[in-house]
């Protein structure tokens, strides 16, 4: 055993390990593969510093929202509220700062405790009344678009302070002062990679002292060099504009956190433990309607999270912000693997899929394609990853 991990595992478990993430390796092939029809299509555009740029705020909310999602459908559930709570929460947020002039850190803290209390309220009548998600967040939906038309009266609020703004149209500051190219921007990549395959090449020989089996030695340098080269592209194109935008710190942070507390923590494995088999995680000791809380309550916080970077990138409140963002939020997670009947899902999968659909609206529009084109295409490719997901099941 300990001799068949020093040499790498063999073909046919390599093949069994395709299979066994084939909708998540399929996802990330074909976002790949939609970039660069995109890019053919469109004549290099897409794939423009400007456009990328434009490509993640463009989308940032819907990320955010889509780790949310992710729990909440691993755990069993559902969320049709969250593009209502957007509005709401830029809404509260205008009220506060436009009419009111209060500092922009305290209506940022204030809204996100907002839409952490507005996702436990759901979370509550789901977890301890047992009324089915559905019901519960389909009312949600209505009370908070509702209350968005009660806060703005029908009108637009705006425009917000300009610091409030930078959530979602700052950029980081180039400590090198960089001419051409945003030089700390590609440093923090180089940095990051260094770890990450520090701690991937420390993780193999771990499994290879313990004698466990791993993948071939070419499969880790092909996987590091694949990553690193694409990431450190990525990078170029967007320090050839004006480096990382805040917001995709912000989600950078997110991924990291999430992908730690779904892979590595307690309440993680819980949350999972619930979606795969409620009756059998409650018999053993997991408190499960407390997890169904909190994963209601996390999705409010990071709905309230989108909704500030959503209305600091209009610069204004409107009473239509949100409007179907709910959709995009759930297609984002089962095109990026989730299952319809819970217990899987990946945050970075969830990611992969926001960016699909992102990828797909931005590429489409430039090619001129109608949103009513637009919208069929979104639904069979949504229609799609489920077919995939209960065919996958029904082979197992």
């Known amino acids: 055993m300990h001799y068949a991990a020093e040499r790498g595992i063999t073909m046919p478990s390599l093949l069994q390990l395709f299979k066994q993430n084939i909708r998540q390796n399929s996802m990330l092939i074909a976002l790949v593969a939609i970039m660069l029809l995109f890019q053919v299509l469109t004549d290099g555009i897409l794939l423009k510093p400007l456009n990328i740029t434009n490509l993640i705020l463009q989308n940032s909310y819907i990320l955010i929202m889509a780790i949310g999602m992710l729990l909440v ?19 509260t947020a205008a009220v506060m ?9 305290v209506t940022i803290i204030t809204c996100l405790l907002l839409g952490f209390a507005i996702g436990a309220w759901q979370g509550f009548w789901v977890a301890y009344v047992k009324i089915p998600a559905f019901i519960v967040t389909l009312a949600g939906m209505l009370v908070f678009r509702g209350l968005t038309l009660v806060l703005l009266q029908g009108a637009s609020i705006g425009p917000f302070p300009t610091s409030f703004q930078r959530i979602s149209s700052g950029f980081i500051p180039d400590v090198f ?23 991937d090449f420390r993780k193999r020989q771990a499994r290879v002292r313990y004698g466990f089996e ?24 967007l320090a050839s504009y004006k480096g990382f935008p805040n917001v995709l710190v912000v989600l950078f942070i997110l991924t990291v956190a999430y992908t730690f507390m779904t892979t590595r923590t307690v309440t993680g494995r819980r949350i999972y433990a619930l979606g795969g088999n409620e009756k059998a995680a409650k018999l053993s000791g997991v408190k499960t309607r407390r997890m169904v809380l ?19 990138r209009l610069n204004v409140a409107t009473p239509k912000a949100g409007t179907a963002f709910e959709l995009d939020v759930i297609a984002a997670c089962f095109i990026g693997g989730a299952s319809a009947t819970g217990g899987i899902g990946t945050v970075i999968g969830a990611l992969v899929g926001a960016l699909v659909m992102g ?3 931005n590429g489409m529009s430039i090619l001129g394609i109608g949103i009513d084109w637009q919208q069929a295409i979104k639904g069979l490719v949504l229609l799609t990853a489920v077919f995939f997901d209960v065919y996958n099941k029904s082979k197992n």
């Open 177 to 199: 002062n960089g001419k051409d190219l945003h030089i700390t921007s590609i440093v923090l990549t180089v940095i990051f990679l260094a770890v990450i395959i520090f701690l």
């Open 294 to 312: 909190l994963t209601f309550a996390n999705l409010g916080l990071l709905s309230a999270l989108a909704g500030l970077v959503f209305a600091a």
């Open 73 to 91: 459908i691993v755990a069993g559930h559902i969320d049709l509220s969250v593009g209502s709570i957007v509005a709401f929460i830029g809404a």
């Open 97 to 105: 700062m436009v009419n009111y002039h209060i500092n922009f850190m």
């Open 359 to 361: 990828v797909m609206n």
């Open 214 to 237: 791993v993948n071939p030695i070419w499969v880790f340098f092909a996987k590091n060099v694949f990553i690193t080269a694409a990431a450190l592209y990525f990078t170029y194109l």
